[in-house]
């Protein structure tokens, strides 16, 4: 898309995003100055590079890269304020003084190393690193823009890796195209390390052949994997990030991640990475901070440079370097990898200069404000540009829970350009209502508000529960609704009452939140068939023990376990969401809310939902409205056998309206703790 066609003629009266919310209004003048400020940064990086996705290949330039026409390595590096930067390594015995960069006139250090003298030195598998040396002193770095760290396994400490193999990757995924397999994303969030049950780190190609096919036997279409970016410590989860340009080698080689995508592909299934460029690690051995000496060559100076609650560096998106920088990441893992897409990590701390630090979000004037930081916002723009002019049909969700109008429409409708935004609010809720309220005390009116409560136009992935929920400290939604019964009683047969009540809770929860939450629907790996327990990496606090940092498959496996039927429940769920189409369809409509018998019936697309959530009332010959006259079948029962009901609805009946005061009205057998979704057949 050219620059000049972002921004919408200044004719138009209003801007889109402003025509659809009135509210809005006032600060359409703060929507319009961004727009004009990312056109102009367009118009700059098109007159000086050609184009954007030009001005994004910032990791072809620094770093070690091989140059076929002058027959040897190039090394380069930014760091304007250094006073000398030495290549070191095992290639030339990590002689400080041996192999000293030159430093040009931006700021950016090279030095080249011919094949004649360097061939058989520095060859695959070589390991190196740049020392660095400042006004404070010299320090050996771990080089920006580096596409693999790995870590000595006594030292413990972390070198740059020159990966070169004789014979690249061969990808046979050239046929695979995202909007052929994603029509309506579902979403399965995982860790590669932890999807193994053994209690180690897991691996890619053990990813690839072990998870991926149960990942598309579940009906997923996407696959989003988390701590693919190289961190330093295995326990912060992926996401402090040390090395942006690398995939973490504790999972194995850049052609082991290639395979993992390359077979997701074959199975019609799209990976999103989840991609942090809201912070970084504050490490200086394995990291970016203060690389230069300076303090702020990539972050802020000073307290803004810090996040108070990540212990981590912030970056200063207002620098056209830190722009090249991360824009040009973004470009790697789309080419290079052939990822289709990105979860961003910690839109809202990017968004303002408070980070959502202890802010309740309560009026329009907080999103448009003096604490917006609009050199974040211009970098988000200029990203969801990028991503979509390389790769058609890419996908990009935000994980924003501030609200930001806009976040998810197209730039040219005033917004910035994301596709989707995670449904925050909604697993908060239901943890939230499990801890605080008893079941008897369950407020429709609130469960329906707060599923239902998204912006018109901005698509929202929902999900009941995604890593978030279950790290330490918390617990997954099975673990709160089954308690210690998850350990004692999830015996097919066990007619324990506290487990029958979690495992029909379960079901409810999960189908609600796909029917009525948004336009995509999320599972974090293992909760589908309702994984005890919490996450809990290995950490000094736990002896370094790898037991909930797993997947316990073998409990889905046996078929002597419930857990096997809250599978066999997801792939129904699914399966009914996918061929009906349900989440391209306009939000659910409200059909009844009967607060006396806790029932809730609505419907979306060619369905209609009943949900009854009362804890033992069961309404032999319930009647309710529906839009159209005709015969109706149940095509999902959440109490059916095979998903641990008690099998007290007929499904092979059909059901005829009849007129009852001038409505058209059905009558069905409503059981307690039960969901039934119909659909209309004549």
Request: aromatic share 12%; hydrophobic share 35%.
């Amino acid at each position: 898309m050219a620059p000049d066609m972002l921004i919408p003629a200044l004719k138009t009266p209003h801007l889109p995003l402003v025509q659809q919310d009135p509210w809005l209004m006032p600060f359409e003048p703060v929507l319009r100055s961004r727009l004009t400020r990312l056109n102009l940064r367009l118009d700059e990086i098109k007159d000086h590079w050609g184009s954007l996705s030009k001005f994004a290949s910032l990791h072809q330039h620094l770093g070690l890269n091989y140059d076929s026409r002058r027959r040897g390595f190039w090394y380069r590096e930014w760091a304007p304020a250094a006073e000398g930067l030495s290549l070191i390594g095992d290639f030339n015995g990590w002689d400080r003084y041996n192999t000293p960069l030159v430093r040009g006139e931006d700021g950016v250090w090279e030095v080249f190393l011919p094949d004649r003298d360097y061939k058989d030195r520095l060859t695959h598998g070589s390991r190196f690193k740049v020392h660095v040396r400042t006004a404070k002193g010299g320090k050996d770095r771990l080089p920006a823009t580096l596409h693999r760290a790995v870590q000595d396994e006594h030292t413990h400490d972390y070198a740059g890796q020159l990966w070169r193999p004789e014979k690249p990757f061969e990808w046979t995924d050239q046929k695979f195209r995202i909007h052929n397999h994603v029509k309506e994303p579902l979403i399965y969030e995982a860790h590669v390390g932890m999807a193994t049950e053994d209690e180690r780190v897991g691996t890619y190609r053990e990813f690839a052949d072990n998870i991926l096919p149960r990942i598309q036997d579940g009906g997923y279409n996407c696959v989003q994997l988390m701590a693919v970016m190289e961190h330093p410590y295995y326990g912060s989860f992926g996401y402090h990030v040390a090395n942006f340009f690398a995939a973490s080698s504790r999972f194995g080689t850049p052609e082991d991640l290639k395979y993992l995508i390359n077979e997701a592909h074959q199975r019609g299934i799209a990976v999103l990475l989840d991609v942090v460029h809201s912070h970084a690690v504050k490490n200086e051995a394995e990291g970016l901070a203060d690389f230069d000496g300076s303090g702020n060559q990539y972050f802020h100076p000073g307290p803004r440079g810090n996040h108070p609650g990540w212990d981590s560096k912030l970056f200063d998106y207002s620098k056209p370097e830190v722009q090249r920088f991360l824009l040009s990441n973004l470009r790697y893992w789309l080419e290079e990898y052939h990822f289709d897409g990105f979860r961003f990590d910690g839109v809202t701390s990017m968004l303002y200069q408070h980070h959502g630090e202890g802010v309740a979000f309560s009026g329009y004037d907080q999103y448009f404000g003096p604490e917006a930081d609009e050199d974040a916002i211009l970098y988000m723009q200029l990203a969801t540009t990028l991503v979509h002019e390389i790769k058609k049909g890419a996908l990009l969700i935000a994980e924003d829970m501030s609200g930001l109008p806009g976040l998810c429409r197209p730039i040219i409708d005033g917004g910035v350009g994301f596709d989707y935004r995670l449904g925050m609010g909604i697993p908060d809720y239901w943890i939230k209502l499990l801890k605080h309220t008893r079941d008897e005390a369950w407020n429709l009116h609130d469960l329906w508000y707060t599923l239902t409560n998204r912006r018109a136009g901005e698509k929202t992935v929902a999900y009941a529960e995604s890593h978030d929920q279950a790290l330490v400290g918390d617990k997954t939604l099975s673990h709160w609704l089954l308690d210690k019964a998850i350990y004692e009683h999830m015996g097919k047969d066990d007619p324990d009452p506290i487990a029958d009540r979690g495992i029909a809770l379960h079901k409810l929860i999960r189908l609600l939140t796909l029917s009525l939450g948004g336009e995509a629907y999320l599972n974090f790996i293992g909760n589908e068939f309702g994984h005890p327990e919490w996450v809990d990496f290995p950490r000094e606090g736990n002896n370094w023990s790898y037991h909930f940092a797993r997947r316990q498959w073998s409990l889905a496996e046996n078929p002597d376990l419930k857990y096997q039927q809250l599978l066999a429940f997801d792939y129904a769920q699914l399966t009914l969401a996918r061929k009906n189409h349900l989440l391209s369809h306009p939000a659910a409509h409200q059909l009844n809310i009967d607060t006396i018998n806790q029932v809730l019936i609505f419907e979306r697309g060619p369905l209609v939902f009943v949900f009854n959530f009362h804890v033992s009332n069961s309404i032999p010959d319930y009647h309710f409205f529906v839009p159209k006259s005709g015969r109706y079948r149940i095509l999902l029962s959440t109490d059916a056998p095979e998903f641990g009901g008690h099998n007290r609805v007929d499904t092979s009946l059909t059901y005829e309206t009849f007129n009852e005061e001038g409505l058209e009205k059905l009558s069905l057998y409503v059981t307690n703790r039960t969901a039934l979704v119909l659909m209309r057949i004549g």
